[in-house]
Antibody
Framework: QMQLQESGPGLVKPSETLSLTCTVS?????????WGWIRQPPGKGLEWIGSIYYTGSTYYGPSLKSRVTILLDTSKNQFSLKLSSVTAADTAVYYC???????????WGQGTLVTVSS | EIVMTQSPATLSVSPGERATLSCWAS??????LAWYQQKPGQAPRLLIYDASTRATGIPARFSGSGSGTEFTLTISSLQSEDFAVYYC????????FGQGTKLEIK
């Protein structure tokens, strides 16, 4: 059974870069899946940030596109998120997830809370 | 950009009764529509994909219907564990979520 686990700092200062990693176990990131990041501000709904295909092609949501980078590291079976120039509005639970081509997100990590504060 | 709209924002239903949740897409998403359930402090769980296919392990009381721009999630006889927030999501080109429907006990 595939499992995903987010890791990274829980506190980031304003204007800095938020960096998170998702480690995949029970499968390989090199399978034909889309690996993505979704966030959820406290008490609010879900927002897709972006995804990376196993080939390395990336797809970003329109609202954060200018600040987001998603990378794949096949040697570590991980993918990562970088969100630059963060503000308090970026405070959220960040989830990593995966799903097949033209498929929904079947597998999710448990989520990690990132707070942006000085 | 396709916008997903869910209705109602909050639905109050008694255990054992039927719940019907709606989701609309601003443009056709064909059948590339999923439903997720989220409980407090947990990640979303996939319930339905391809508009009407139950995900692995999902009870038969959950059913989905629709295509194009109008979709429905029906829970036939509500159990206590079904009270949660439900999100629809299109996945035909990227992913977009609806704003969610909170299903609460009446």
């Amino acid at each position: 059974q595939m499992q995903l686990q987010e890791s990274g700092p829980g506190l980031v200062k304003p204007s800095e870069t938020l960096s998170l990693t998702c480690t995949v176990s029970g499968s390989s990131v090199s399978i034909s899946y889309y690996w993505g990041w979704i966030r959820q501000p406290p008490g609010k709904g879900l927002e897709w940030i972006g995804s990376i295909y196993y080939t390395g092609s990336t797809y970003y949501g329109p609202s954060l596109k200018s600040r987001v980078t998603i990378l794949l590291d096949t040697s570590k079976n991980q993918f990562s998120l970088k969100l630059s120039s963060v503000t308090a509005a970026d405070t959220a639970v960040y989830y990593c997830a995966g799903g097949g081509g033209n498929q929904p997100l079947h597998y999710w990590g448990q989520g990690t809370l990132v707070t942006v504060s000085s | 950009e396709i916008v997903m709209t869910q209705s109602p924002a909050t639905l109050s239903v008694s255990p054992g009764e039927r719940a019907t949740l709606s989701c609309w897409a601003s443009q056709s998403v064909s059948s590339s529509l999923a439903w997720y359930q989220q409980k407090p402090g947990q990640a979303p769980r996939l319930l339905i994909y391809d508009a009407s296919t139950r995900a692995t392990g999902i009870p038969a009381r959950f059913s989905g219907s629709g295509s194009g721009t109008e979709f429905t999630l029906t829970i036939s006889s509500l159990q206590s564990e079904d009270f949660a927030v439900y999100y629809c999501q299109r996945y035909d080109n990227g992913y977009t979520f609806g704003q969610g429907t909170k299903l609460e006990i009446k």
